[in-house]
């Protein structure tokens, strides 16, 4: 990908795609993780000249044009905080001649953030005409939005095919990162899976499985590879058309694969259900694995203990009830403990709510800021936004 050094800026209003598709409740940004992400590559346009740096994002998934629930304007005063300057931020749509104009219009080292660019019609078409109208709000085009860069859309990989362009600081330092999870890794090598489904990350799990010496498999889709050796699984979440690819891979890799031994089950899915500790192949009619258990996680804790690479994704219970988190904040421990030891990374989504939660953030070498960009890369897939930055 070309970097910003390769990119001529000075004296040029430069477009940005960035990623602050963030947490807002009753009009108050819940969670500026995404908003800061972006602070290195502003400074870096500010400092190498740009006359003016027009940001644009997503924010939820508005179906009927704009619509107020949906609208950018809450995170204008966030980014304007962390960034230490003041923000513009213009009210129009982005295919708009009023929006032309507005940034046309800004002082020389101003800083703008435009409306959600989903509000654009087209924008998820990947619209040739939006691409054109895009191009018009700047000298060049840098994409920084890691966690969209699996979309073709118009301010993904459209505007950067009609503008000199270059990936931020972000995206290339998540790509950068992920990649070495992918060729060249350190070993002992050990990736944990957690979540809900085992097709959601199927095409991730069969790519690393011939990479790496050992994978955990937590969270929901564990009864999934439980239910397909015979085990009674109880009420807990499973998918039965997967079972025979369950059943393969356990064949295949049962030499690097581990699953739970044991569980905490409940007899609801409620944060004040009533809980046992179970043998994972043995749920009582009625109830539901919710967590890993006790001897669970020694296990995983043990098998991570000289890693020198760890990849994370997904939570190893419902680590949303805090009944239901020990299983999640063990690992994240076992993890953060091999800071200096070893090159860990935390892939996106709920995982990254995850380590957060545990207070171990700090202790992990990567925590990926794109959920379903960061297991794309991982599947080998080539992402759309990535690819245009070449």
């Known amino acids: 990908m070309q970097n910003l050094s390769q990119l001529?800026?000075?004296g040029k209003r430069?477009?940005?795609r960035v990623d602050y598709n963030v947490p807002v409740k009753e009009g108050v940004v819940q969670d500026d993780t995404r908003v800061t992400a972006s602070l290195p590559t502003i400074s870096a346009l500010l400092d190498a000249g740009a006359r003016n740096v027009i940001l644009m994002s997503h924010f939820g998934r508005p179906k009927n044009g704009p619509e107020e629930k949906y609208s950018l304007k809450p995170v204008a005063p966030v980014l304007e905080k962390v960034l230490g300057r003041p923000v513009t931020f213009i009210a129009g749509t982005a295919d708009s001649d009023e929006t032309l104009a507005a940034v046309q219009a800004l002082p020389e080292g101003e800083v703008a953030l435009l409306e959600n660019?989903?509000?654009s019609a087209g924008e998820e078409k990947n619209d040739s005409g939006l691409n054109g109208k895009l191009a018009r709000l700047g000298d060049a085009f840098v994409l920084d939005a890691f966690g969209s860069a699996h979309r073709?859309?118009?301010?993904?990989?459209?505007v950067a095919a009609q503008l000199p362009h270059a990936a931020g600081t972000l995206l290339q330092t998540e790509v950068d990162a992920l990649g070495k999870l992918l060729?060249?890794?350190e070993r002992p090598y050990v990736v944990i899976i957690g979540g809900a489904k085992v097709s959601d990350k199927i095409k991730v799990i069969e790519n690393l499985l011939p990479r790496v010496d050992k994978l955990l498999i937590?969270?929901?889709m564990a009864y999934t590879f439980i239910k397909s050796q015979g085990g009674k699984i109880g009420e807990s979440i499973h998918e039965d058309d997967q079972l025979d690819l369950a059943a393969r891979l356990l064949r295949e890799y049962g030499d690097k694969i581990m699953l739970p031994v044991d569980v905490i089950a409940a007899d609801a899915f409620s944060a004040d259900a009533n809980t046992q500790v179970v043998a994972s192949n043995a749920i009582p009619d009625g109830w539901q694995g919710l967590d890993a258990g006790p001897e669970t996680v020694r296990l995983y804790?043990?098998?991570l203990k000289g890693a020198k690479t760890v990849f994370w994704n997904g939570p190893l219970g419902v680590f949303e009830f805090a009944k239901f988190a020990g299983g999640t904040n063990a690992v994240a421990a076992a993890v953060g403990s091999l800071k200096n030891q070893a090159y860990t990374v935390v892939g996106g989504g709920d995982s990254v709510s995850a380590v957060n939660k545990s207070g171990k953030a700090d202790q992990i070498d990567h925590i990926s800021t794109g959920g379903g960009a960061s297991l794309e890369l991982?599947?080998?897939k080539a992402l759309p936004g990535v690819e245009a930055m070449k």
């Not at 073709?152 to 459209?158: E, K, L, P, Y």
């Open 378 to 380: 991982l599947e080998g």
């Open 218 to 220: 937590g969270g929901g």
């Open 8 to 10: 001529d800026v000075q």
């Open 14 to 16: 430069v477009l940005v």
């Open 117 to 119: 660019v989903r509000f």
């Open 301 to 303: 804790s043990e098998a």
């Open 152 to 158: 073709a859309h118009s301010s993904v990989s459209g």
């Open 183 to 185: 060729s060249g890794a």
